[in-house]
């Protein structure tokens, strides 16, 4: 292997290049074009010229010893002489005997770089392993390798799996290499089929590795995603059943004609009104169209439950219909936490979206903890003077907490106070009686009050104020517009119908359409929301085990504060599953595949945390996409090696 130096038209060019015996005769082979050698900089052509001066022949070993100094700076300058094509033909064909050997391929590498992450600190591969041989002795291919790759994958540059099974050959040491599509899809079904015992696992030895104590903060939110589906959960069920009815039918020797007049018929009708009530009932309708949290409501949607430690690590997930509240889902998240991890003493942080007297009650039946944000702009008379009362206002001293520093910087500390009083959720439920075979006794009901005693800090910040201020003057300049075109109640998409009155609400009639058109301002409401604005409302209550230092309440009100600030740490969580890693939209169809791609988005979340922390812990602060960048731009040249036997030579 040397370099060799040709002229054409005036120019210099130079190669790479080796010489081999090929059927008894003696060949030059072309292993890299380095260019021109007036468009290479001088210094990389002084490096080149010193390991050919004289046109000495160097040996393989030490060309090789030295390339990883000479062609990664002229790298980009051969492959632009391969892409561009611009050396005269007369060039490439000087000599017959230098034969181009092609293009060098680039491989990707960043999935070996997690490789350890997903072994070693999540421990999946020893589970999965055991899960295999138990419940999959029959398996081909290894289910722990499959599920590995699939997260490396998401952490590098996420696609759907028809696209990175269309591109696996450009990774280097691929474990799927050999694994049909197919395959990978009956994989995500696994994964799915064991998504409890992975998440477990994965959250246990990912707190034994850093040393975390059991949370003392779980951050519970919900978001949606859509799928590029033509066709809803529901709709596909009555076109399988219609399916399956009209082949039956025609097995049996019934014609076109009878078939079409039984599908039509209203013992038909009645017989799918009865299985898809049966099937909405077992919760196979989960793909389903709702308000979609991105726009998307055109598309069906599927809801996704997260909840997620202190640290940024989830704990767990559930998936949840499109078409279904997420209130009820927070209940199931705090029993599925309990029975998983033991967590019995530890505050639940949520937005005020999940703020509901039910589920603050479920809480506290199940002596856990609680921290919701609360709305102070439907407030009743009472509450509203308390929380406007000059009284019972303190401040934080950023001296003796300096924790909070951090957590207020976007706040003057100077003008943020906050005040905690007691507070009461009352809400009334439906008791219906049974009798003592438990069967329910009709037109005995009796509303049933429930009181959940709590506290509730009010905050200001001037900072807030100033802010809300400005919403407010843009939705009363939004109104005006409104009025102006002669707008009708209902016809308003722009968030400020509240502050608009129609003709119907000033002549207290409404006898016609024309009584609807907006044509005042409400400015009761408008002075109400500008007397609010800078105030905020958390409600917290603390689980039954729970003792502060020295029996104050103080730790606890910080604590409260501090737990919802954090909470845009999940809103993260959701953004980097969503954007980074691919979670929608969704190309899948099947429930449990479907979850396992949910698994594997949220594994991949818990392996760039896993990078995250240890990055920060070497002193190296590293957003999730930065990370992300970082392990897809992880790539190697492959050059042929002669002197190590068909072995190949790999240049960062």
């Known amino acids: 292997m040397y370099i060799k130096t040709t002229k054409s038209k005036g120019h210099e060019y130079l190669y790479l290049v080796e010489e081999v015996y090929q059927q008894g005769a003696k060949k030059t082979l072309l292993l890299e074009r380095l260019g021109r050698t007036d468009l290479i900089a001088p210094k990389t052509l002084d490096t080149i010229r010193s390991h050919s001066v004289d046109g000495r022949k160097y040996t393989v070993a030490n060309i090789e010893r030295n390339l990883s100094g000479i062609l990664p700076a002229i790298l980009g300058q051969a492959r632009s002489e391969l ?14 005997d230098v034969q181009a050997e092609g293009s060098i391929p680039d491989l990707h590498y960043g999935h070996l770089i997690v490789k350890s992450v997903w072994i070693e600190t999540l421990g999946l591969n020893r589970l999965l392993n055991s899960l295999q041989r138990e419940k999959l002795p029959r398996l081909s291919y290894q289910l722990s390798s499959v599920g590995y790759f699939l997260c490396a994958s998401k952490m590098m540059e996420p696609s759907s799996y028809l696209g990175l099974f269309a591109q696996n050959s450009a990774f280097l040491a691929n474990p799927i290499a050999t694994v049909s599509l197919d395959a990978i899809y009956r994989a995500l079904d696994y994964l799915g089929q064991f998504k409890d015992r992975i998440m477990r696992c994965a959250y246990t030895n990912i707190s034994q590795a850093f040393g975390l104590s059991k949370p003392r903060l779980l951050f519970f939110d919900c978001t949606n995603f859509y799928f590029e589906a033509p066709y809803t959960s529901k709709d596909e069920f009555i076109m399988d059943y219609q399916k399956e009815c009209s082949l039956k039918m025609l097995n049996n020797g019934t014609t076109s004609e009878a078939i079409q007049e039984h599908l039509q018929s209203q013992q038909f009708i009645d017989e799918l009104q009865a299985a898809v009530e049966q099937a909405d009932k077992d919760g196979k309708f989960t793909r389903m169209y709702g308000p979609s949290k991105e726009g998307r409501n055109g598309q069906p949607l599927m809801g996704l439950a997260l909840v997620i430690d202190e640290h940024g690590f989830p704990l767990d997930f559930e998936l949840f219909p499109g078409n279904k509240s997420e209130f ?49 702009s439907q407030q009743n008379i009472t509450q509203r003077n308390e929380m406007l009362s000059a009284d019972g206002w303190k401040t934080i ?6 924790w909070t520093v951090e957590l207020f910087e976007d706040i003057d500390g100077v003008d943020y106070r906050y005040k905690v009083c007691d507070h009461k959720k009352i809400y009334s439920e439906q008791n219906e009686d049974v009798d003592d075979k438990g069967r329910r006794k009709r037109n005995r009901k009796s509303l049933r009050k429930i009181e959940v005693n709590c506290k509730i800090i009010y905050t200001f910040s001037e900072k807030r104020r100033r802010r809300d201020l400005c919403v407010i003057n843009a939705m009363v300049a939004r109104a005006q517009a409104e009025i102006a075109a002669g707008k009708f109640a209902g016809s308003n998409k722009t968030g400020c119908h509240s502050f608009l009155r129609t003709r119907a609400d000033v002549e207290n009639s409404k006898a016609d359409k024309e009584q609807y058109r907006y044509v005042e301002l409400d400015q009761d409401k408008i002075a109400k929301a500008k007397e609010i604005a800078g105030y905020a409302a958390l409600v917290y209550s603390a689980p039954d085990s729970y003792m502060t230092d020295n029996n104050s309440a103080e730790p606890l009100e910080l604590l409260a504060q501090k737990g919802y600030k954090h909470l845009v740490s ?3 969580c959701f953004r980097t599953a969503k954007s980074l890693l691919n979670l929608r939209p969704v190309f899948l169809k099947d429930d ?22 240890n990055l920060l812990a070497s002193g190296v602060k590293m957003s999730f996409s930065r990370i992300q960048q970082a392990l897809n731009h992880a790539m190697v040249a492959v050059l042929p090696s002669a002197y190590y036997h068909g072995k190949a030579l790999y240049l960062n």
């Open 328 to 376: 009820g889902y927070l209940r199931s998240a705090v029993l599925s936490i309990k029975e998983k991890y033991g967590i019995i003493d530890a505050f639940y942080v949520a937005d005020r979206g999940l703020n509901s007297s039910q589920n603050l009650q479920f809480i506290q039946a199940h002596k856990l903890g609680f921290i919701v944000a609360q709305k102070v």
């Open 570 to 572: 999940i809103e993260d």
């Open 397 to 402: 001293d950023f001296t003796k907490d300096p």
């Open 592 to 613: 449990a595949r479907t979850k396992g791609h949910c698994l594997i988005c949220i594994l991949s979340l818990m392996m760039l945390k896993v990078l995250q922390s």
């Open 83 to 96: 892409a561009n094509d611009d050396e005269p033909n007369q060039e490439r064909n000087a000599d017959d």
